[in-house]
């Protein structure tokens, strides 16, 4: 089984582009499910036919889904915030106000994402394709299974075992509502459901990333940013799909000055996104909207190989290896990017801006994102180990008083947590 996952800035074109891999997957023979996880579907539209909150047939092979929010959102948190209503307001807190603060940050998004692991171990698909929300929501997914944890445990200071032994007494002392079994086991489901949807998502060999992007700065940017957390926290980026391009061979004067951006930029891509393969789809003569629009494409993005396994299998891994990692040793954040092949003598590095660092070896350049907790950090020096440039970042005394994320807090305790005392 396979779930390809497609993220980028709002407004790229990652719904048709979704709607384009489903449908080719679906020709290929693979039983094939679309979802769309944004709160504003647009999956419907792309098809040009309603796409409700239940699956629908699309196409032979193909079925599709808006994923109702709500509804997810009750049927993951509800005994919860049912619990979670009665408590806020037995402390006091206004019910509108309760209801509100009983839903968990990012519960909706969460909720979406958590049905994919339904679907997956249904066993009634063989490719999963994930119409995402947009980036700042998807990535939220990262962090989540340990928040929801910190969330649970502050606001439910209950244990189940010791609540069963306390229960009577507490009960003569105090009118505070006390969760039930069932109110448990709904928390423990939650919490395991978001830990198999995250470990489904971080496989690899199960789970692919792609980014799709517009060639124009603001967005390439965002990409990169996306880029760096999905690696930071182990989510497998095996591909960039670069939308909307316009031909060169266009002749106009009204275009020119956009012709001569986006050659600026796709260069910058091919830079940003190494090794990454990098796709590109034009600009079309015409809006991308329904099934026929969906498989041209559809042949763009993949040919027209019709083999499974082949080159115009979208399941297929596009890249497999790990380009650029973070994890902690000794005292540092250690950037860590694949560069085989080169000598130390040839490297050379600097920053353009706070959140970006440049590689140069000889005429070919790198740029990378840095995460937040790293663009903070002074680098203290780099080396080779094997085939990586590991390039040191140095946590300064007092950098969390500053407001630099510390190793205690999420998400670097993910990081310290499952990556410290790796050797190499």
């Known amino acids: 089984m396979r779930i390809l996952l497609y993220t980028g800035k709002g407004g790229v074109g990652k719904t048709s582009v ?5 449908l080719r997957c679906a020709e290929l023979g693979y039983r094939t499910v679309v979802l769309s996880t944004d709160s504003a579907h647009s999956l419907g539209d792309s098809f040009d036919t309603r796409i409700g909150s239940e699956l629908v047939e699309l196409a032979p092979n193909l079925w599709g889904q808006e994923i109702d929010l709500l509804h997810q959102m ?3 948190w509800g005994r919860v915030q ?13 019910s509108l106000v309760a209801e509100e603060t009983s839903v968990l940050p990012g519960m909706e998004e969460l909720a979406s994402l958590m049905h994919i692991t339904h679907l997956a171990g249904s066993g009634d698909f063989d490719t999963i394709i994930i119409d995402a929300a947009p980036t700042g929501s998807t990535l939220q997914l990262l962090s989540f299974p340990d928040i929801a944890r910190w969330y649970i445990e502050k606001i439910m200071p209950f244990e189940r075992r010791t609540l069963q032994i306390a229960r009577p007494i507490v009960s003569r002392m105090s009118d505070i509502p006390l969760p039930d079994d069932d109110l448990f086991e709904s928390v423990e489901d939650l919490v395991n459901v978001l830990e198999r949807t995250s470990l489904l ?27 760096a957390y999905l690696n930071l926290y182990g989510y497998a980026v095996d591909s960039v799909v670069c939308n909307r391009v316009f031909p060169q061979g266009l002749q106009d004067a009204y275009f020119s000055g956009w012709l001569e951006a986006q050659k600026r930029h796709l260069a910058f891509v091919e830079e940003a996104f190494q090794p990454l393969p990098i796709s590109q789809i034009p600009f079309f003569d015409e809006e991308v909207l329904g099934q026929k629009m969906l498989e041209r494409m559809a042949s763009t993005l993949f040919g027209d190989d019709l083999v499974r396994g082949g080159e115009g299998d979208p399941t297929r891994l596009y890249y497999q290896g790990e380009p650029q990692k ?63 440039l590991n390039i040191l970042f140095r946590k300064e005394e007092g950098d969390s008083e500053n407001g630099l994320e510390s190793l205690e807090s999420s998400p670097w305790a993910q990081l310290k947590a499952r990556l410290q005392g790796e050797v190499f």
Not at 86 to 94: A, E, T
């Open 18 to 22: 979704s709607a384009a891999c489903a």
């Open 74 to 76: 009750d049927k993951y």
């Open 82 to 94: 049912e619990y979670l209503n009665v408590l806020f307001s037995w402390r006091g807190m206004d």
């Open 201 to 227: 998502l971080s496989d690899s060999s199960v789970s692919s990333m792609r980014l799709v992007i517009n060639p124009e700065k603001m967005v390439i940017k965002e990409a990169q940013r996306a880029y």
């Open 326 to 388: 973070i994890f902690v040793r000794n005292g540092h954040y250690i950037l860590s990017i694949a560069l085989p092949q080169v000598a130390k003598e040839e490297v050379n590095l600097h920053r353009s801006v706070v959140d970006e660092l440049i590689v140069r070896i000889g005429n070919w350049k790198r740029n990378i994102a840095l995460p937040i907790g790293l663009a903070r950090l002074q680098i203290d020096g780099a080396k080779y180990e094997g085939d990586r």
